[in-house]
Structure formats: C-alpha cells, structure tokens
C-alpha cells in the first residue's frame, strides 16, 4: 500500500500548547517500541528502505517501507505477528512476512544474500487522533515525543505527522496548513529511521539532494509537465530544507537548497504560460529565501575561495571582509510560515491535491517549452556581444538566464536520446563555469572596494579582482558565444 503523510517539527516553545490543542478532540495513547535493521555497510539505508520490528502496546508489528514520490508518499507494507511469535520477548525478524507487496519485491533486489542485524532503536511516546472532515475526509494524527537510541547515542524526538486516511487528498493539506500556521510546524522529510541511521554514524544530517530528472510522457499536457517538474524541484528543495531548517550550515545543503529553489521559480515562470494552474503568489516567499541564501553562499566564498586567492596573490593582511549579515539565521527563515505554506502548496499541486485550471493552451505542451527554448538559446549569442562593456548587473541578468535555459532545457530532457542531450549541455557547462566565477568576482570586488574607503590596505584586492574581473568578463564573452552555437536536442527525435 502506498502512505501518504507529513511530518512536522515542533518548536519547544510551542510544544506545550500544542499539545493541549491536540488533546481536546478524542486520543488514543500508545507507548512504541521499534527495533531498526540493516546490513552492516547500510545497504538499505542507501536505498532508501526502512525495516523494523515495533512494539504498539501489547502488539508486535513488523513493518517495511520504501521511498516514494515527493517525499511524502511512500510504499508500506505491515506485518501484524500472532501472539506465539512475541511469546520470549521480541520476536525474529522475517522478511518473508513482506512476500507478495511491492515493498518486498524492492527489498529482495536490494539486499541479496547480504545479512542483517538491529543498528538502533526508537522509543516513542505516541498520542493518535483522528480528523474527520468536511467531504469524508480521514486524518489520523499522530503526535510522537521520545527518544532514539544507537548504542550509547540519544537523540529526543518531538514530531507530529498527519496521514491520508481516505477521502479528498486536499484535505490533508488544508488540515496541515492550519496547524502549520497555528504552532509554527516546519516539514522534515527526514524519517525515524534515517535519523538512527545518521546517529548510528555519528551524523547529524543527511547527504545534500542533488537534482533529479523529472519522469513524464512524451503528449503530457501543461499541467502534467508542470507536475512532473516540480515533482523533480520538490525531491531536491525538500531535503535540504529539513537539514537547513534543521540547522545545518552545510555549504552543500544550502547551494543545493538554492539549486533547487532556482529550478522551481523557472517552472514558476516559464510553464506559467502553459495554464496549469501555478499560482503566482508562490514566487515571493521563494524568491526572498533565493535571496537570503544566495547573500549566505556569497558570504562563504568570500571567507574562504576569495580571500584564500588574496593570500596566494600576495595581499597584505587583512581581517576577512564580511558581507550585511541578515536579521535571522537560515534556519529560522526556512522555517517561516509563509515558507512552510508554500512548501505545502506546491506539494499539494505535485500530487494532484489542488485545483488546476488548465485547458487554454492548445497542443503539446513540450512543443510550447521548445519554442521558449529556442529564445533563450538564441539570445545568448547576442548576449555575448555587449557582455564586457555591460554593467554588473545586465552581466548577473544573462547569467540567470542562461541558468533558465538549462533548468528547463533539463525537464524536458527525458524525453531525448541521451547522446544529443548531453553534448547540448556538455556546449553549456563552459558558460555557466565561466558565469559563475565571474559573479563571485564582481561580489568580491564590491566587497573590498567598500572596505577600501576605511582601509588603505584593501587597494591590493581591489586592483587585483579588477583584473581578474576584466579577464573573467572576455573569458564568459566566449564561452557564451559558443553556448549560442549549441545543438538544440529538442529539434531532434524523441525516444521511441
């Protein structure tokens, strides 16, 4: 069966109240206790599969899970063991008991003749309550508080979730926004069992998500593309904004959080014409969290890569400049409601829990992209005519749109054979290395031209990055140049 749920992170803060909120409808109590396995180098971990023997009460019950779509669905399957089974304490895991779902059949392929053995264990404290809503809509809530335990390692719990039960999938979201908006909730996607697994490692935050394509159909229409492609932006935007929100500065966390902001805007902007549905109001809260982490990211390459060159270049000593710190840190921001609220929003459209207009453009909806393709990939070389004598910020313009040409270039990719793909991008990468190392130099050059005005000693840097700066700027004027001449893969043949 496939599970449907979101979970939340509370704030200590709110906890209390919360609490007292959750218990005024009728709950159910039951105290947990699960027992987690793995083989020894975490080849289910890797796969993304959780298995596990649970104590709910007086009941055994082992389970198995593996990943689904958008972080928020996934494939399920639950054993309920006979009361002989548990008779000497926690009964022997079998996986045999899975035989038959689709969760066991990706289980098997996994893990092979490869052993198992328990890894950590949770200990949780859970209070269920059950929603029913307008439309016959079924919510079970669970409200979990506790521990997990690897080896002599603890890490408190303190989480809601809310499942899909039956009903309009809309009202899942709808219920989650509420109390989103009433307890401050941010979605973390990262399970129990991962965090056992990264605590059994002495970790405290998951691999950085990088992109992913997105799967569709060759005839989908505008808002099956544009599902397809968030459902692609959402895989990578979601992970890395529960490590984020989870307080992690992990440079990857965040350039990937970027990355994966950037790519939804383009589908914001570019499938907008499409009429599927995407609501505009979305762009604002990402676009300012764009910002705040884009002033992060420029702040650590200017500590570190920027003032690293100084040094090597001969620059006198000087204290690393530091860019306008923002007025809250990045966990604070990936939390904010409005945030959360969109995040919310745009899963709900990913999974067809939300209303879509459509049915005003007329013909593939891949063709439409191709024509937008075509403008993109024809400017560039017109952009790189006037690219050195442009201004710093026409410059950054033309890079953000060559980094549209590629993000959509990348949804409708899948589509193409592979050889005609690549060397379409392999003609871009010039471009966006050359893009990018020219904007940090311009960040920098900022940076030590406002020093210099207090500090006689930043002049070394300022004339340095100018000359760097000229020679990144005819160095990107000819990687354009070529970029412009790239093969368009979506002349070509679609797969078969």
Known sequence: ???????????ESRFTHLRQRFLQGRTEAVRMQAHYFDTADGLLAGHEIALRLRLEGTQWVQTLKASGAHGVSRLEHNAELLADAARNGAPALDIDRHRGSPAHQRLVDVLGDAVLHEVFRTEVDRIVRVFTLPGGAEIEAALDTGQVVAGTARLPLREIEFEWKAGPLHSLFALASDWVTEHGLWLDIVSKAERGTLLSRGQSHPAAARAKPPQLAADADGPALARAAIGSCLAQVLRNASAVAAGSRQPEHVHQLRIGLRRLRVVLREMAPLDCGLDPGWESPIAELFRVLGADRDQQILE????????AAGAPPLTRPRLPAGAEPLDARVQHAEVQQVLLAVQAYAMEASAVSGGAHEGPAVAALGDRLD???????????????????????VRKELKRLRYLAEFIAPLYRDKPVARFFDALAPAQDALGKHNDLAVALAAYRERAATESEAWFAVGWLAAQQARSARAARKALKRAGQAEPFWHGKPRG
């Open 1 to 11: 069966m496939h599970e449907i749920e979101l979970k939340f992170q509370i704030p």
């Open 375 to 397: 403008a993109l990939l024809h400017r560039l070389i017109d952009h790189s005519r006037g690219f050195v004598d442009a201004s710093v910020d026409d410059q950054h313009a």
């Open 304 to 311: 570190d890569e920027t003032a690293d060159a100084l040094v």
